[in-house]
């Protein structure tokens, strides 16, 4: 099975909005391919230039998408399958600036796979047709920028400035930082912390810091012996507080995540830039 990743930064105008535009193609040959994909505290734009997938949740049921869809802000693993070739290109939001393209507000896309003609993307099978066009992943990537500016929305909002820079907090601590550290930097309530996070984000601070957190412990894992340590280390109050909180975002245990993690997970998890910490 071959594997092929590459990210590439959008143009300059973009790099606050968008973390980063990738390509992934996996040669399976004759196999079965499966993997389960975690949330990673981003919403993206898939678009899918190889052989059909199959998305499935956990509880079993089974969903073909749309080949170009918004994946919007999740909190629950599912799992995908293909019996063929696998080429994806993306586009990789920061948490919170979804809303500067689309005006479906974030708490209505958590969770969801909306196809790009649904959302208003009026412009949806040009954007197929020149992405499926090009080459390489570099002109996929001009094709990117240019739809995508064309589709940027100027808002000036002090409920954005509030949540970005609370993000930027709970990304520089981990995950590990008290919400309540963040509402008294900030002065607000914690009722409309949760609001706006609501609003630009689609879930809670907490549910965020939970998930970067995690995304910690996942880059993390394999360098130190002990998970239980590592755990520790990353906040958890014990081995059973990192077990429930690990479950609920990757629907099994810590050992049978890390037996069968996939080459998309690793490809992200080694990048330099997939992070959700900011482009410099």
């Known amino acids: 099975m071959t594997n092929f990743f590459v990210e590439i930064r959008p143009a300059q105008h ?24 975690i949330p990673d505290g981003c919403a993206e734009i898939i678009v899918h230039l190889g052989d059909s997938m ?11 998408d749309a080949r170009s869809k918004l994946i919007g802000q999740p909190t629950e693993p599912y799992i995908i399958t293909s019996e063929g070739k696998i080429q994806i290109f993306g586009i990789r939001f920061f948490p919170h600036t979804l809303n500067f393209f689309f005006k479906a507000p974030s708490n209505e896309t958590i969770n969801s796979f909306y196809g790009l003609d649904i ?3 009026d412009s ?15 002109e996929m990537a001009t094709i990117a920028d240019r739809f995508m500016t064309r589709r ?7 409920k954005f400035n509030y949540t970005d820079f609370a993000i930027k907090k709970i990304i520089a601590s981990f995950g590990e930082i008290k919400i309540k550290e963040i509402e008294a930097m900030l002065r607000l309530s914690n009722k ?5 996070f609501l609003e630009w984000l689609g879930i809670t601070p907490k549910t965020f810091a939970q998930i970067v957190r995690l995304q910690n412990i996942l880059r993390k894992a394999g360098k130190k012996n002990s998970l239980t340590n590592l755990a520790l280390d990353c906040g958890y109050f014990d081995q059973a507080h990192f077990i429930r909180n690990f ?23 080694n990048s330099s830039i997939s992070s959700i910490l900011y482009n410099s």
Do not use: M
Not at 14 to 37: A, M, N
Not at 54 to 64: A, C, D, E, P, Y
Not at 252 to 267: D, R, V
């Open 192 to 196: 409309y912390l949760e609001r706006i």
């Open 54 to 64: 199959s998305r499935q949740s956990i509880s079993g049921q089974k969903f073909f």
């Open 247 to 269: 479950r609920q975002y990757t629907g099994t245990s810590p050992l049978h995540y890390f037996k069968e993690q996939g080459l998309i997970t690793k490809n992200f998890t």
């Open 124 to 138: 949806k099978k040009q954007f197929e047709e020149n992405i499926n066009n090009c080459a390489r992943p570099g």
């Open 14 to 37: 973009l790099l606050q909005y968008i973390k980063s535009y990738w390509y992934l193609s996996i040669d399976t040959g004759d196999s079965f391919f499966e993997e389960r994909i």
């Open 152 to 158: 940027l929305r100027q808002i000036n909002c002090s």
């Open 119 to 121: 959302l208003g993307f």
